[in-house]
């Protein structure tokens, strides 16, 4: 017995704490919130726009600023109201044309809003002017004024407000929710339109499924079937490439397309567009025969004649004595005298041309050239090889 007394201890201690959690704990089912995937991920106002889309409405989000119609609803969250004047102008012009703008905590540059607008944020004091610490309000319950006089619609239960300042006004207020530090949401009528500030941001992420806020972004609004709802947000800025390409695509296409042809038409070759032609040589009999044919055919063979007359006389000049000094008469007979060849025939040959056929006109040029070669014949006789 003494031998199981520690096993039995052991055993005892077990039961006594497997009764204690029995008895203090129980089993439940807890949600928890799958965490976002694709668009939701990355846009901020996911869920909200669905749920304008859901209510007949249409939204879109952008990071870069465009007027819309005059009827459609802007809700600026992020946003640097004066980083430029002319946006800032154009949104002033939009509103007052009657847009309807809904502005969040989170935009910054207020001075300039609040002096336009006129609703102001007026922070709460400590004790000793010492600036409170700003602390969202986790949930409050709210009611509904207009024109400045409370209605007695439900209250509302809104979250996440900035409970250490309050919105008040310059203006005639057209419609505020109010609890009981101040007003925390408020529209004003500018022009024909109106807009509405928000102490909080209750439309970002998950944040529309808290309290009423779904009913908030229809009251605020003043959501209609059809109306065209635009989320502007400077919390996340496109790279400038995209921005390049959504200003200017067209041009950076043309730019693209002008530096490839650059490219190519410099770049090197690896052989010839065509294939070289074939170079075709003919002998030198071809060439003359072409060449006489040519000056047959030009000015009825008259330059072909005047040539081989010329040949004719420098060959003589060279092999007849004094030719130079002689008369045409004795020319042609001191030739016909050394070539053997007729002296009419040679005297009508040199100086009577005329208008000859065809076939006169190759007897004429065939005597001219026999005569000038016996004339080197005649000389090579003579003399010996030239």
């Known amino acids: 017995m003494k031998r199981h007394l520690p096993s039995l201890l052991v055993v005892g201690v077990l039961v006594a704490v497997g009764a204690w959690v029995a008895r203090n704990t129980y089993w439940t089912?807890?949600?928890?919130?799958?965490p976002p995937k694709g668009e939701a991920l990355t846009n901020p106002f996911y869920a909200a726009q669905r749920f304008v889309e859901n209510l007949g409405a249409k939204s879109a989000w952008h990071r870069v600023f465009t007027i819309p119609p005059s009827t459609s609803v802007i809700i600026l969250s992020s946003w640097q109201w004066n980083l430029t004047e002319t946006r800032r102008v154009a949104l002033t012009r939009w509103v007052e044309s009657g847009g309807r703008l809904l502005v969040d905590r989170g935009?910054?540059?207020?001075?300039e809003f609040e002096q336009w607008a006129g609703i102001v944020r007026t922070q709460k004091q400590k004790e000793g002017d010492a600036p409170v610490v700003q602390m969202p309000h986790p949930c409050d319950r709210f009611r509904e004024e207009r024109s400045g006089i409370p209605t007695d619609a439900q209250q509302r239960w809104l979250c996440d407000f900035d409970s250490d300042s309050t919105l008040t006004t310059t203006r005639a207020a057209a419609w505020a929710l109010r609890n009981g530090d101040g007003a925390q949401v408020m529209r004003v009528d500018i022009g024909k339109g109106s807009v509405t500030v928000i102490?909080?941001?209750?439309?970002?992420?998950?944040?529309?499924f808290d309290g009423d806020h779904g009913w908030l972004l229809v009251a605020a609004t003043g959501l209609r079937r059809g109306d065209d709802v635009l989320f502007f947000s400077e919390e996340s800025h496109p790279s400038i490439l995209a921005l390049v390409w959504r200003s200017g695509g067209p041009i950076v296409v043309l730019v693209l397309v002008s530096i490839a042809l650059g490219l190519w038409r410099g770049s090197v070759r690896l052989g010839p567009l065509a294939p070289a032609a074939e170079r075709a040589r003919r002998s030198l009999a071809e060439q003359i025969r072409g060449t006489g044919q040519f000056a047959l055919r030009c000015g009825d063979g008259e330059a072909l004649h005047t040539a081989c007359v010329r040949a004719l006389e420098e060959a003589a000049g060279r092999h007849v004595t004094g030719y130079s000094r002689l008369s045409p008469r004795e020319r042609t007979a001191s030739v016909a005298r050394l070539t053997g060849v007729g002296q009419d025939a040679l005297s009508e040959a040199i100086h009577h041309p005329g208008v000859r056929r065809s076939f006169e006109l190759h007897q004429t040029i065939e005597l001219l050239e026999t005569t000038r070669r016996a004339l080197q014949t005649h000389a090579r006789s003579r003399h010996g090889t030239i």
């Open 29 to 34: 089912d807890v949600q928890i919130p799958t």
């Open 107 to 111: 935009m910054t540059g207020g001075s």
């Open 199 to 208: 102490n909080g941001r209750p439309f970002a992420e998950r944040s529309l």
